[in-house]
Structures are given as structure tokens and as C-alpha cells.
């Protein structure tokens, strides 16, 4: 099926392919009407998701507005704040979340780059449902930044799969679980260190993966400084 739709068989698809036919409950629903059509479908969710990864994406501008309300809550606790004050947070915790919305795909795409030297490979575009990565020896492995980001329906769906779950930060004394890898793969590789490193290479080779409004204050703070 694969060579008819003119793309290579990798062992990645191998791996998640065969995830999906072990666990059927995780895999994606996908509208297909024939085997060939299915092929095609999974193999676009995939290569979709890897062709736009956070190294490589233009990340889009905040959809909603900024409620006026959130500024005079915080200047009847902060009195003394000014109206440039005001505005400077707001542009603040806009920036912050969109630094946010990017994280995650960050943490996802370091591990990618480490973990394929030792038998995992990343479900680019969600092609295993509630899965981040799977190992050529059938296990599987959902990530997270801080260990208090996941909802409901992930945590529900390990109690009946094999499906174990790594967070980058413990969110309740903000120590960090590398060691998880390094020590069961021997190797310095996985570290905070190298996380910032490979974070500030991808937002310097390619800046708009973290989306910055035109008007934002701070972006013009940062251009007047270089």
C-alpha cells in the first residue's frame, strides 16, 4: 500500500503502524473507504505533522482580544500602576502564552531528535491517539512538560493500555526527570542544558515559531536592544 502512494516505508511508520494494530483502541480515526485510501489518509496525518514541526512552522498570532476587565482588576489591587504598566502586562502574558503554546511541541521535537538512537520514534500528528512516541520493542510513551498538564481522557486511557507516562517537571517542587533517560540510557544527552540549547537554536534559525504581535511593546524592547 505504502509504494503505491510513492512514499518510503521508514521504520518510524513500521514502528507506529505496528503500535496501532497491536493497541486498535489508540488507533486514529481516519475516513477511508479501502486500504489504499487508509494508507494514504495515515500517511498524510503523519508527514503533515513532520513537515510542520516547531522547527520548521510559522506559529499563528493569538485568535482572541485582550479583556479590558484583567487590566482593572489587577490597578484596583495595584494602585499606583500607570496605563503603560498596565499595557506592558498584557502584552507580557500574551507573549508568555504563546511562548506556552509552543512548549510542548519543543519538548516533543528535542526528544524526537534524541530518543530515535535508542528504538523510539515520535506519532508525528497524533497517528497513535493519546501516544507521543513508540519503540520498535512495542512499548509506548506519553510526554508532557509538567506532571500536573494532563487532562482527564489521557489519564483514563493508561488504566486499561500499557502506555507509560515521562513529565520534563515535577510542577510541585520543580525538579526535573531527566535522569529517567540518562540513567536507562546511559548518556548525558537528555538534560535541561541541552533542552534550553536545542530551544534557543530552533527560535533563532527560525523566529516565528513563537508568534509575537506587531503592536506587542516588548518586541520593539527587544529590536532597540541589539
Known sequence: MFSQQNQPFLEAHRTILT???????????????????????????YSNSYENRISRRISKLPGTVADPIVSMIINARLTKLTTEHLEQIKYAHRLSMSAEN??????????????????????WGECVRHVDFCNVDGSLLQVKNHSNTENAPSSSVRINQPIEKWHRVDAKTGSYRWSYFSEKYNTDRFSEENFIAFVQQVLTRNPDALAIEADNPWKDLSNSSK
Open 102 to 123: 509552543i512548549q510542548g511541541l519543543l519538548l516533543e521535537e528535542f526528544l524526537s531528535n534524541q530518543l530515535t538512537d535508542y528504538g523510539w520514534y515520535c506519532c
Open 19 to 45: 503500535a496501532c494494530y497491536r493497541n486498535p483502541e489508540l488507533s486514529p480515526t481516519l475516513k477511508a473507504n479501502t486500504p489504499e485510501t487508509l494508507a494514504k489518509a495515515w500517511l498524510k496525518k
